[in-house]
């Protein structure tokens, strides 16, 4: 069986740090749907030109843009001893999707986690970090649809009993020492 993680988290929760930390000593890939349209925007693909407006703006691509890429990406052979899922699912037909899809490639999603962080201290991390899309702005929108389209997956897994919260608003190394005793227990 090949055992997956996935994040929740609102952006700057630490999803993409403890997700390469965590894929580095598990010796599973990161996938971060983020960094693969950041990736299809810098080589001018055709994804990457219909995702660019919408990341822009801090909303999420729409569902027809990442649910083919998500099935190819989990099919590919370095994923048969597990992958860690950063940024992926984002809502619920995303999620519901995925089940589906791990069904039927006969893998599991073993643990979810929730990492929280208080909205003003995402917002200092974030302005922090810079990226293009790390304006006030769009960081006020993407901690919206954040709210509004991702968070009910927390009770989404709570209720498959897949669910841990982990204190993300503390050091990293603190936040990777307890996820490596989660996915080691
Ligand atoms: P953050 O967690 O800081 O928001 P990401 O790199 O995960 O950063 O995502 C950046 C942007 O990429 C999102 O605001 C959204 O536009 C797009 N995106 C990433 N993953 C998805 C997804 N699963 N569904 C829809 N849009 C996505």
């Known amino acids: 069986?090949?055992?997956?993680?996935?994040?929740?988290?609102?952006?700057?929760?630490?999803k993409g740090t403890q997700?390469?930390?965590?894929?580095?000593n598990l010796q599973v890939p990161h996938i971060s749907t983020g960094d693969m349209l950041r990736q299809a925007i810098a080589d001018k693909t055709a994804l990457g030109e219909q995702?660019?407006?919408?990341m822009d703006k801090g909303e999420l691509v729409p569902d027809n843009l990442i649910l083919d890429l998500i099935r190819e990406r989990l099919s590919q052979d370095d994923t048969k001893n597990g992958w860690i899922l950063d940024?992926?699912?984002?809502?619920v037909a995303q999620a519901e999707f995925l089940d589906k899809l791990l069904l039927t490639i006969n893998h599991q999603a073993k643990w979810t986690v929730n990492l929280e962080v208080p909205d003003d201290?995402?917002?200092?991390r974030l302005l922090l970090?810079?990226?293009?899309?790390?304006t006030e702005v769009t960081i006020r929108r993407r901690l919206e649809v954040y709210e509004e389209q991702t968070a009910p997956l927390i009770s989404y897994y709570q209720e498959q009993g897949k669910l841990h919260s982990v204190d993300g608003h503390q050091a990293p190394e603190e936040v990777a020492n307890i996820l490596q005793d989660l996915v080691t227990a």
Not at 51 to 54: F, N, V
Not at 87 to 91: A, E, L, S, W
Not at 121 to 124: D, F, G, K, M, Y
Not at 129 to 134: F, H, K
């Open 87 to 91: 940024g992926f699912p984002r809502n």
């Open 121 to 124: 201290a995402i917002v200092e």
């Open 1 to 14: 069986m090949k055992n997956g993680l996935i994040f929740l988290g609102p952006p700057g929760s630490g």
């Open 51 to 54: 995702a660019q407006s919408y």
């Open 129 to 134: 970090r810079g990226r293009n899309d790390d």
């Open 19 to 24: 997700g390469q930390v965590l894929a580095k």
